[in-house]
């Protein structure tokens, strides 16, 4: 995460204040100094805590954060979850990146705080996905962390994912399999192995080849999940995916079925709202 956001936070303040912030500079003296509070407006999970004082950090190191709520923690309308002191100038000119940051981050973890908590009572987990911002997926990634959610695999690098379309370019199920597994030993990667399965022939077929970590059941219906997952009895890791709302999540799970990839967690989310105020 260091490396990731040592390269990113530069290129955001390039994006964010160019040449200089002319309306700050303008009318606010650099000696001056001041006090700013994060302001919550909406009741929901903060984070992003930690990665807002790296913001803070990084652009002027004298910036001094009190934290009053740590990420992870509930709020609600009216909580102050920190105040940040130091030059004016300085504290204008991060406002918006921050704010930016920790709204989509808290709106991510609050999203993925309500599927947690959907799944109450059963051992099933709510996974992410690479259905996320360009240039963000580490920091929203991060969110769902925060929020109770296991991430999936970060990228294409550290996991082997065969979904339809690679098992249809490999020419079928058996192909992709064992092209994979080939390619771990000649490259000494030792790599998780999971399929996506359509329908019960493609399972079928999983199932008698074998050499994988993990089954994605996609588009199954809450039945054919319950009958897929008693075919697989525990030899695999199992995970449901396609179309799973709120409302069907606990369904699903009671299948016991023992992850449930949801792609909303990251890629259709309200920010959570909040604002940072001068005192």
């Known amino acids: 995460m260091t490396d990731y956001l040592n390269q990113l936070v530069p290129l955001w303040f390039a994006e964010d204040i160019g040449d200089g912030d002319h309306t700050t500079l303008s009318c606010i003296p650099e000696t001056a100094r001041g006090k700013s509070q994060l302001i919550i407006k909406e ?3 903060l984070a992003g805590v930690e990665i807002a004082r790296r913001i803070f950090n990084a652009f002027d190191p004298e910036l001094a954060m009190t934290v009053f709520i740590n990420d992870g923690q509930e709020v609600k309308p009216g909580d102050i979850a920190f105040v940040v002191e130091g030059k004016i100038q300085s504290l204008l000119q991060t406002e918006r990146l921050m704010l930016n940051i920790m709204q989509r981050m808290s709106g991510i973890a609050t999203r993925t705080r309500e599927y947690v908590r959907r799944l109450e009572g059963t051992s099933t987990r709510v996974l992410d996905t690479r259905k996320s911002t360009p240039g963000l ?12 959610g296991v991430n999936h695999r970060m990228g294409l690098f550290d996991m082997i994912m065969l979904k339809d379309n690679h098992v249809d370019f490999a ?19 030792n790599l998780k192995i999971e399929i996506e399965v359509r329908n019960f022939e493609e399972l079928d077929q999983v199932l008698a080849i074998g050499g994988v970590d993990r089954i ?18 525990g030899r695999y890791e199992t995970e449901s995916s396609g179309g799973i709302t709120l409302s069907t999540l606990h369904d699903y799970a009671e299948c016991g079925v023992d992850f449930i990839s949801v792609g909303a967690l990251t890629h259709s989310i309200k920010s959570l709202d909040m604002s940072f105020k001068a005192i």
């Open 43 to 45: 009741k929901g999970v």
């Open 137 to 148: 997926r580490m920091l929203e990634k991060e969110a769902v962390r925060i929020g109770g």
């Open 171 to 189: 020419g079928g199920i058996a192909n992709a399999i064992q092209s994979a597994r080939n390619y771990c030993r000649e490259k000494g990667k």
């Open 216 to 233: 994605m059941l996609d588009n199954f219906t809450v039945e054919n999940t319950r009958k897929a997952v008693a075919l697989i009895a």
